[in-house]
C-alpha cells in the first residue's frame, strides 16, 4: 500500500498561439490556444489536436499559474479522445521572463504540473476513461510550445 507504481503513458508537444490576456479581480487569465500538436504512447498515437483546445489559465495574485486546460484530440485510427486538466505552475518573476524572452529554460528551474483526464467512445481506447495520470510540464522559449510527460498511476 506504501508504493505508488506508475507507467510512462505519453509524450506530448503542444504548439500554443500568443495568450488573450484578460485582468480581473481575482488574478490575471491568460486563454492560450493549442494550434498543434501531437501525443506519442505505447498504447495509442495522437495525431492532431482539434481546433478550439486551450488552457484558460489564471495567474493568481501570488503569481502562480493554476491551469485549466480542455480540448478534443484525435487519434490516429481517427478515434477522439477529450483530454481535461488542472495543474500548477511555480516560476519565479527572473525564470518567467527568460521563457517569455526567448530562452529555452531547465524544466528543474520551476514547478511545472498537471494532472489529466480522459474521455472517450472509442472501445478500443475505452480503458482511457478510468486512468489516472500525473505529468511533468515544460514550457518553450516564448511560451511559444509546451510539452509534457504523462504517467499512468497503476
Given amino acids: 500500500m506504501n508504493d505508488l507504481k506508475y507507467e510512462l503513458l505519453y509524450e506530448a508537444h503542444f504548439d500554443l498561439a500568443p495568450p ?18 501531437q501525443m506519442k504512447s505505447p498504447k495509442f498515437t495522437v ?34 479522445l477529450y ?14 521572463g527568460r521563457i517569455v524572452g526567448g530562452e529555452l529554460v531547465d524544466p528543474n528551474e520551476y514547478y511545472f504540473r498537471v494532472t489529466p483526464r480522459f474521455q472517450t467512445g472509442s472501445q478500443k481506447y475505452g480503458w482511457l476513461n478510468n486512468v489516472i495520470c500525473v505529468a511533468n510540464g515544460k514550457v518553450g522559449p516564448g511560451m511559444q510550445w509546451v510539452e509534457y510527460t504523462g504517467f499512468q498511476i497503476l
Fill in 47 to 80: 495525431t492532431a489536436a482539434m481546433p478550439g483546445a486551450g488552457d484558460w489559465l489564471r495567474v493568481r495574485n501570488d503569481g502562480v499559474m493554476e491551469l485549466d486546460v480542455r480540448g478534443v484530440l484525435k487519434l490516429d485510427d481517427d478515434s477522439l
Fill in 83 to 96: 483530454m481535461t486538466y488542472g495543474g500548477v505552475g511555480v516560476v519565479s518573476q527572473a525564470v518567467f
Fill in 20 to 37: 488573450q490576456v484578460v485582468e480581473t479581480p481575482n488574478g490575471m487569465r491568460q486563454i492560450i490556444l493549442v494550434t498543434g500538436g
